[in-house]
């Protein structure tokens, strides 16, 4: 089995690195985390570097929270690409711009060096279920060496094209996740202005076209109260930017984005960045919302 160096031990990256140790695999992670400790308990390897992480690899995975965390591990001193062998998989799981996976595949080529992006959807209960969705880019003969790693970590894997494609494919996942969340959410504010109560229905809404996983899942904790991290509002931000500034490369007018991310802005100005994406139904309960 591949020896997998993995780097980024968070909320989704811990669970996905432990995912893989209960497949089998030989894991090695950075000392420097935060997680350490947890992942060298279950039979991981603790490396100083990621330049040490890569040379002893077959595969590297990246999960971290923006494109410049991805870069600086990648080329940066002691970076993965100072140690990387040929012939071994480059594998970035952070959502990142397009463009910028793109750059690391070039990098990644210029080393014989096979790299994909691949992007996860899910939240922290697919990644500790090993039931994640993966939205891959690269080519067909990385996909498939990567696809039993794949299987450890997610159910709902697809190879959506060439590099930078999974990195777009999640983009989109951010756009509707985020817009859907501020819907419920003013639906909720609305009925709860009204006197109706939120339990009954989400209940019955859950039985039409209104179904999604967003009014199951969110929809309950706007209820409940309950908005401990399972995705902060400030990534879930960042996402949002990455759509935008890829709408703009492109030429695609994003009119329900901007508003959402908007929403987005006013919560971390109400220092309400490590919250859970679905609080923007708190901002609404209060009456602060952004206006146009």
Known sequence: MEKIGFIGLGIMGKPMALNLIKAGYSVSVLSTSKAVNVLTEAGAEACLTARELAQQSDTVITMLPDSPQ??????GPDGVLAGIRPGALF????????????????????????ALDAPVS???????????????????????????????????????GEPGA??????????????????????????????????????????????????????KRMIDGNFAPGFKIKLHKKDLNIALHTGQELGVDLKG??????????????????????????LLERGIGHTA
């Open 122 to 160: 899910g939240g922290q209960v697919g990644a500790e279920n090993a039931a994640l969705s993966i939205m891959v880019g690269g080519t067909d003969k990385a996909f498939a060496r990567a696809l039993p790693v794949f299987q450890a970590m997610g159910k709902n894997i697809v190879h959506i």
């Open 70 to 75: 991805v870069e600086q591990v990648v080329s």
């Open 166 to 219: 999974g990195q777009t494919a999640k983009a989109c996942n951010q756009m509707i996740v985020g817009q859907t969340i501020q819907a419920v959410a003013e639906a909720f504010a609305l009925a709860l202005k009204a006197g109706v109560d939120l339990e009954k229905m989400r209940e019955v809404l859950l039985g039409g076209f209104a179904q999604s996983r967003i009014l199951d899942l969110h929809g």
């Open 257 to 282: 984005t901007t508003l959402a991310a908007a929403q987005m802005q006013t919560a971390l100005a109400q220092e309400m960045g490590e919250m859970d994406h679905s609080a923007l139904f708190l």
């Open 91 to 114: 594998i970035d799981m952070s959502t990142i711009a397009p463009a910028t996976a793109k750059a690391i595949y070039q990098q990644m080529q210029e080393k014989s060096v096979e």
